[in-house]
């Protein structure tokens, strides 16, 4: 098959490079259409399900609303887990389905039990409805209203934000939702005296009737007049205030009694659950981009960003639309980390084949192979849809250097056999190329088949890395196209002729220096033992002292500072303390702006209480810092600036970061640790002393404990026998407490196509005490009216701020940071700490989450993957040479190039993460291709007469300068990442350090210990 390939090639040379040009053309046009994203998107396979509830508490919200959605959802095909938070006046359950199914047939499975889930809920207690179609980490972009003229008010430019800019970018191609926050949603409100109500005697409910009553309009089909259809419409709807202030409630002795009788009607903001504020100065009115699922987000922020440039000018004057946070930017910095390394270690590995190679025209044969490769993974990169992103394009750098292998071998080749026969003809080329093409095939499949791992990864670890692997693999392959088919073309029309003798200087040096030394090798085989036991020793000693981690911390250039305060805070408290750290922060010289939102705004996105803020930290220009020159130093130095602030508890994070360790354990840290049982007082006590354990192990930061308990509730029970007593029933005096205390919506006034609530509820003096809530008159039969406090008890508790739920059981969640060390070792050190300090009761268990989880599953599917992938290899090679011995001296160059990667992560300080163990699968295809490469020039020298001994000496010096170069080239193409340090260079350098560092080890098996070694496996073969 090779051979075929071969000498198609060299005898249609002109066909060979056109088909190359076109690749090469085809590979600019995709990449110009590539959709670019900072990182692969993470997110679970997740539908939402939100109910909005008119002021009901935490434990309501649980057993009438979460608990039927819940269950409805129990039990759905493809569904993983379901989790949920009950709120106050907020339900939401996240249905977590496997990765394979797809989210529209999701959320149609979803939508169908929701129908079942809404005949379970009470009148009244909301309708259960779908989240947007996105991920989570759908939120692309945050802006605020800026107003220069200072003439706006809150309510006003809430106005705007829902109304006009909303409606806009609804409308761009990609968006899903567009959701605000800050300022005050617009109502009519109807502001109730219950004294002008008793003077008249009416009730609360009198009111909201006759608004309702009175605010329609009907249609009433048409009229013939003469040949005309005229539409008939009867217009009834209120349209200001002065109109509901008109409408009447009754007539007393012939004179009506209208609704300004008995209240107030003014234009007022809605009850609010969040609001947003800017560098401590106030309060801004804010929106929310959410991305359609399947979106790319580059090319949605561009259209976005186009669309506010639009609306900017359509807005009043002194109004402007400031974003303050998107994705593009991180999306523009790690493109940038990834492009600049790629750019140096192709610069660096032309470098090093010119210096090895010497002359120009065999150089260039086996640079191209290098934009050649690029491209044909671009090509394959747009076919199947991989976007352009720190995990893709790194794939692509780390094969930078092992693109050009396969080139390397056949061009040398070629060239020492020109060399030996004093020119190139075809014949020879022919003979030269197929001499080492199937062994270059063998390689190059090895290379890709070692990566099929990453392939298995599933979840966030396969979401990670796959991207990785497919780029990498797509790369190898087009190498492998580029030796087989356009080297033999390129060499037959560059290197005609004589031959060019291009063995260097500095080659030959090295080759007079090697040949003693693995004469010597070879002579005393128990050297070579020593020496690869000396490092496996090593490596085995310094293995345990590695830290383990998932990935190290992607630093993306925005900080977030969570603020936790008291339960039974207020929502204008939380605002005057969040404004008071805003001031802090802000007078840190790094810091250019800090945005923070707290509480929740429109549904859809976040569900915080009032007594939680996000606040988001952004930074200056690197080259502006002075006090520190990393993001975890800005940490450091923003902790300290802070100190303790009383009453918050502070946790720092990043944007994305924080959405999927909140997505994938409802927590906003990197560890999570739940507890599960059924009783929250005891939920918390043990929880409580979890923390205070776990706080006590080195590395612990940021320890917090959910707040599950401690909101403030005025609890109103009905007492039955009382309202007996009046012939009162229960829904008469919920229905006054409901729309007295907390109002009650009565219809909706249209300003031409946008639309306000009409909301009546009391006086605020007449329902702000729990003395005033008991003078609330209720009607009973035969026209009596009953003050509230002799119907009901009301008492003062203490209740559950939020309860959160999965799979069917409460829990709550210690979550903390770990700083300093790794999170492997942290973790089992904490575990050991628990066993000993904390005894839980029956019924109660705890289990460990986040990036530990993350890790400890990858870490289990590797173990099983990794070794069944070697087998195959082995297999591989045992079709390729057909001998055990050859295939098991060959796989002997693993284990000391795995020793190399080890010590290379100790040196530099790294962990063992999954982007090391990616190194570690890169190298084995590394390693055993440089092996492949020797052992089958042994043979031939062998096979052509040559003694085992001898064949072994003399393959190792004539295959030298390959080898050399082949490790040099993939090292120096890594180099970059190893030493970069932009934006996602944390996540790659772990890998870069494990394939260089095992390059060592690896090349000086193979130059030293497998040819010493090659007598005791081989089998003769005679001519």
């Not at 995709?30 to 670019?36: A, D, F, H, I, Q």
């Not at 977030?560 to 750290?581: G, Q």
Request: hydrophobic share 45%; aromatic share 6%.
């Amino acid at each position: 098959m090779t051979g075929k390939i071969i000498r198609f090639s060299a005898k249609n040379p002109l066909v060979v490079l056109l088909m190359g040009l076109l690749v090469a053309a085809a590979g600019v046009h995709s990449y110009r259409s590539l959709p670019v994203d900072a990182f692969p998107d993470v997110s679970p396979n997740l539908v939402q399900v939100f109910t909005e509830t008119q002021g009901l508490a935490p434990e309501e919200i649980e057993k009438y609303v979460t608990y039927p959605v819940e269950v409805a959802m129990n039990g759905l095909p493809g569904v993983e887990k379901v989790r949920s938070v009950s709120n106050f006046g907020l339900s939401v359950v996240n249905i977590y389905f496997r990765d394979d199914v797809d989210i529209y047939f999701a959320r149609q499975l979803v939508n169908q039990r929701l129908q079942e889930a809404r005949e379970e809920i009470p009148d009244g207690f909301g309708s259960p409805r779908m989240g947007p179609i996105s991920t989570g980490m759908g939120l692309i972009l945050f802006y605020y209203i800026e107003d220069e003229t200072g003439r706006y008010s809150l309510e006003e430019l809430r106005d705007i934000q829902d109304w006009l800019i909303k409606f806009h970018l609804q409308n761009v191609p990609g968006v899903t939702e567009v959701l605000g926050i800050g300022g005050y949603e617009k109502q009519y409100h109807v502001t109730v005296n219950p004294d002008a109500l008793l003077r008249y005697d009416l009730s609360i409910t009198d009111v909201v009737e006759a608004i309702r009553a009175n605010n329609l309009n009907v249609g009433a089909q048409f009229i013939e007049k003469g040949a005309e259809e005229y539409v008939v419409r009867s217009i009834g709807l209120t349209s200001t205030a002065r109109d509901i202030e008109e409408i009447v409630l009754k007539a007393s002795d012939g004179t009506p009694v209208h609704i300004k009788d008995v209240a107030e009607v003014k234009v007022g903001g809605a009850v609010r659950r969040g609001l947003q504020t800017r560098n401590g100065l106030g309060e801004v009115v804010a929106g929310q981009v959410i991305k359609l699922f399947g979106e790319n987000s580059s090319t949605v922020i561009g259209r976005v960003e186009k669309k506010m440039a639009e609306i900017n000018k359509i807005l009043p004057d002194g109004i402007r639309i400031v974003p303050y946070y998107d994705q593009k930017s991180l999306v523009s910095a790690c493109v940038k980390t990834i492009t600049t390394a790629l750019a140096q270690g192709i610069g660096l590995v032309i470098l090093v084949v010119l210096a090895f190679m010497r002359s120009a025209r065999p150089s260039l044969v086996v640079a191209l192979s290098i934009p050649f490769s690029v491209l044909f993974a671009f090509v394959l990169m747009r076919f199947f849809g991989v976007s352009a992103n720190l995990m893709s394009l790194g794939g692509v750098a780390i094969a930078i250097g092992m693109m050009v292998d396969g080139a390397i071998v056949m061009v040398e080749n070629i060239d020492q056999r020109a060399g030996r026969n004093g020119g190139l003809d075809r014949p020879l080329l022919i003979e030269a190329c197929t001499e080492v093409g199937k062994p270059i095939m063998f390689a190059v499949s090895i290379v890709i088949l070692v990566f099929v791992p990453l392939f298995t990864l599933q979840g966030v670890e396969g979401k990670t890395f796959r991207p990785l692997a497919h780029t990498l693999t797509m790369a190898m392959f087009g190498s492998l196209i580029f030796a087989m088919l356009l080297v033999p073309a390129l060499a037959g029309i560059l290197m005609k002729g004589k031959g060019h003798g291009t063995e260097s200087r500095a080659t030959g040096t090295m080759e007079r220096a090697y040949r003693p030394l693995i004469e010597a090798f070879s002579r005393r085989k128990t050297a070579a033992l020593l020496l690869s036991g000396g490092f496996l020793l090593t490596g085995l000693l310094i293995a345990p002292r590695l830290g383990s981690e998932f990935t190290p911390k992607l630093q993306e250039g925005s900080i977030i500072l969570r603020l936790t305060m008291a339960p039974s805070i207020s929502l204008e408290e939380s605002k005057r303390m969040t404004m008071l750290v805003e001031r802090r922060v802000m007078k840190i010289p790094e810091v250019r702006e800090v945005v923070s939102r707290i509480g929740r705004g429109e549904v859809g996105a976040h569900t915080d209480p009032v007594n939680s803020a996000e606040m988001y930290i952004l930074l200056r220009p690197k080259e502006q810092w002075r006090q520190a020159r990393t993001q975890e130093e800005i940490t450091a130095v923003i902790r300290r600036a802070l100190g303790d602030v009383p009453g918050i508890t502070m946790n720092f994070t990043q944007p994305i970061e924080m959405t999927v360790d909140e997505l994938l354990e409802g927590v906003r840290a990197e560890l999570a640790i739940k507890l599960f049982g059924e009783e929250l007082p005891v939920l918390k006590e043990y929880a409580h002393r979890i923390a205070g354990a776990v706080a006590k192990v080195k590395g612990a930061a940021d320890v917090q404990v959910d707040q599950v308990t401690g909101t403030p509730q005025l609890l109103i029970r009905v007492d039955r026998k009382a309202i007996a007593r009046y012939g009162i029933n229960v829904a008469t005096v919920q229905g006054i407490i409901k729309a007295a205390v907390g109002g009650e919506e009565a219809g909706q006034v249209f300003e031409g196509i946008r639309r306000y609530d009409i909301v009546v509820r009391y006086a605020p003096r007449f329902r702000s005490t729990a003395k005033a809530i008991g003078s609330i008159l209720v009607p009973a039969p035969g026209g009596m009216k009953v003050p509230l406090s002799q119907l009901v008890e009301i008492k003062e508790a203490i209740g559950p701020r939020q309860i959160t739920r999965e799979d069917g059981q409460r829990f709550i969640t210690i979550q903390c940071n770990v700083v300093g060390r790794d999170i492997g070792s942290f973790v089992e050190e904490a575990k050991a700490v628990l066993d000993r300090e904390v005894s839980l009761p029956p019924g109660y268990m705890v289990t460990w989450g986040g990036q530990f989880r993350l890790q400890q599953e990858a870490n289990k599917r590797l173990a099983i993957v990794v070794p069944v992938t070697l087998m195959a290899v082995f297999i591989l090679l045992f079709s390729s040479f057909g001998s055990i011995k050859d295939s098991l001296l060959i796989l002997l160059n693993i284990p000391l190039a795995l020793v190399g990667g080890v010590l290379g992560l100790y040196v530099a300080g790294e962990h063992l993460s999954v982007p090391a163990s990616v190194g570690f699968i890169a190298l084995f295809g590394i390693a055993l291709q440089n092996g492949m490469v020797l052992i089958t020039h042994t043979n031939r020298l062998v096979a052509d007469g040559m003694d085992p001994e001898t064949a072994a000496v003399e393959g190792a010096c004539r295959r030298l300068r390959p080898v050399l170069m082949t490790a040099c080239t993939t090292a120096l193409g890594l180099i970059p990442l190893l030493l970069s340090t932009g934006t996602g260079s944390e996540v790659q350098r772990p890998l870069a350090t494990v394939v260089t560092g095992g390059l060592v080890t690896s090349t000086v098996l193979t130059l030293l210990v497998l040819p010493a070694l090659y007598r005791w496996f081989s089998q003769v073969r005679s001519r």
